[in-house]
């Protein structure tokens, strides 16, 4: 009982000297509630130390002003000091990138240059297309030809004295091909050789045609062109129309084909019943060639069609009945693809024609140097059975066809009055320049062959599919 005492007075004093080290209060929160504290001194402690004196917070404040000062540097632009942790990469990405924008402002420079050397060049076409206009508006002073009498079968167009004068050197009395040879067919531009045709051309003697001779002979006369069918789109601006003059079955010759030749795939052949379904507009048959075609060259002989493959010097024969190619070779040399164009360009360089004597394809090499070259060609294995080389430039004139072994050529494509003026007879190797009028009656005229079969020139002027009467003379 007495231990039990003494044990009570101890913990009553203990608790004493505690209440004394301990602080109770009560204050209303800053939310409005009733807020209870009490304050228990440190039995090992006798004060705290101060917050600033602190290691790891000095650590801590180092490291995050070193976080800060490098965030403020990668976002705000600051150069970062050479001593600096990562100065170098940092330098080197703010070198490369003035250097890129250095770059960036030259090449701007040299577009505006570029543009304004544009303007200037276009500005000048204008003028010179304005200047050619006129020119072509000008009339010109010249003496009228000699009246010939109807019945005096030896008048040829062109042989007149009138001309001479236009088609031969001082000296040649022949007016043959060495009236070509003169400096200015060389140097000259194809727009030259345009207005050139237009000063030259004269009147048909006979305004309405010689009469009809059956048989091969000289082309004479030209009638006016007969309008068939204008294009729907831009497809249509140029392009190529035939009727076959040696038609196979199913096929018959009345069928009319059709390619549209603008476009960088071209490969939909257009096949119509008659004249009139093609006015009309209604393809009775469309196909789908293997390879695409290149330009307006193309022909259609004996059951095939005949064209050049895109972007080469391949020829092709494609055959109609079983929808398929059935031959292809190399034209050896000749230029392609805008080497040898006509003067309207279209990449023309390879003109396959069609006459009386088969199948014809007109074209130059570098050995000839422009001038224009004809091969017969085997309408099988489209092998080159003989080959000729004309006096004539290729890029000198609009377009050319072949009539009875004998090359024709059109002097201007936009003329609406210009000439068919120069003839290369295969039979005797000599050319010689000729007379006969023609019309562009819509300006444009991108394609011109022959039809043995109806005697017509078939042309495509300006989104119009057109046709021409011809006559020839007498063989002489």
């Known amino acids: 009982m007495r231990f039990l005492a003494v044990l009570c007075v101890s913990c009553l004093l203990m608790g004493t000297q505690a209440q004394s080290s301990a602080s109770f209060r009560r204050a209303n929160a800053g939310n409005g509630r ?11 402690e006798a004060s705290c ?14 490291r995050l002003g070193l976080l800060e000062a490098l965030v403020a540097r990668l976002v705000g632009g600051e150069a970062v000091s050479e001593s600096s942790t990562g100065s170098g990469s940092l330098s080197g990405l703010q070198d490369a990138y003035n250097q890129v924008m250095g770059e960036k402002a030259q090449i701007q420079r040299e577009k505006q240059r570029l543009d304004r050397q544009v303007q200037d060049l276009q ?64 140097y000259s531009s194809p727009r030259y050789q345009e207005l050139t045709a ?13 009469a009809d001779i059956s048989g091969c002979g000289d082309l004479v006369w030209v009638d006016q062109p007969e309008v068939h069918r204008k294009a729907d789109s831009i497809a249509g601006k140029y392009g190529v129309w035939m009727q076959d003059p040696e038609a196979k079955e199913p096929y018959g010759p009345e069928m009319v084909w059709r390619i549209d030749a603008v476009g960088s795939e071209v490969r939909q052949l257009f096949g119509y019943e008659n004249m009139d379904q093609l006015s009309r507009g209604f393809p009775t048959k469309v196909l789908l060639l293997p390879e695409s075609v290149e330009s307006t060259g193309a022909t259609m002989y004996r059951g095939s069609l005949y064209y050049q493959r895109r972007l080469s010097r391949t020829l092709l024969r494609y055959d109609l009945l079983s929808e398929s190619i059935a031959a292809r070779r190399d034209l050896p040399h000749s230029g392609f693809h805008g080497q040898f164009p006509y003067s309207w360009g279209g990449y023309t360089d390879i003109d396959l024609a069609i006459d009386e004597n088969g199948l014809w394809a007109i074209y130059s090499t570098n050995k000839a140097k422009g001038a224009i070259v004809l091969s017969q060609l085997d309408p099988h294995n489209l092998e080159v059975k003989g080959t000729w080389e004309t006096k004539i430039r290729k890029t000198s004139v609009a377009n ?26 295969t039979a005797t190797s000599q050319g010689k320049t000729i007379s006969v009028p023609f019309k562009n009656r819509y300006r444009y005229n991108s394609m011109v062959d022959y039809n043995p079969g109806q005697r017509k020139l078939h042309a495509w002027d300006n989104y119009y599919i057109v046709s021409y009467n011809v006559r020839l003379g007498k063989q002489e």
Not at 49 to 62: C, F, H, N, R, V
Not at 416 to 421: A, E, G, V, Y
């Open 123 to 186: 500005q000048r076409m204008e003028e010179l297309r304005q200047e050619a206009e006129r020119l072509r508006s000008r009339p010109c002073m010249q003496q009228p030809p000699p009246r010939v009498p109807q019945n005096d079968s030896s008048f040829k167009p062109g042989s007149g004295p009138a001309l001479s004068h236009l088609v031969s050197r001082p000296g040649n009395t022949q007016g043959d091909t060495s009236s070509l040879r003169d400096p200015a067919w060389h």
């Open 49 to 62: 130390p101060s917050p600033g004196s602190s290691t790891e917070m000095e650590a801590l404040k180092s």
């Open 34 to 44: 009733c807020q209870y504290s009490f304050t228990v001194d440190s039995p090992t």
């Open 400 to 425: 050319a066809f072949m009539i009875c072994g004998k090359l024709y050529t059109v002097a201007s494509y936009t003329s609406p009055n210009t000439t068919i003026n120069y003839m290369y007879d």
């Open 198 to 210: 237009v000063v030259t051309e004269v009147s048909a003697p006979n305004l309405e045609g010689p």
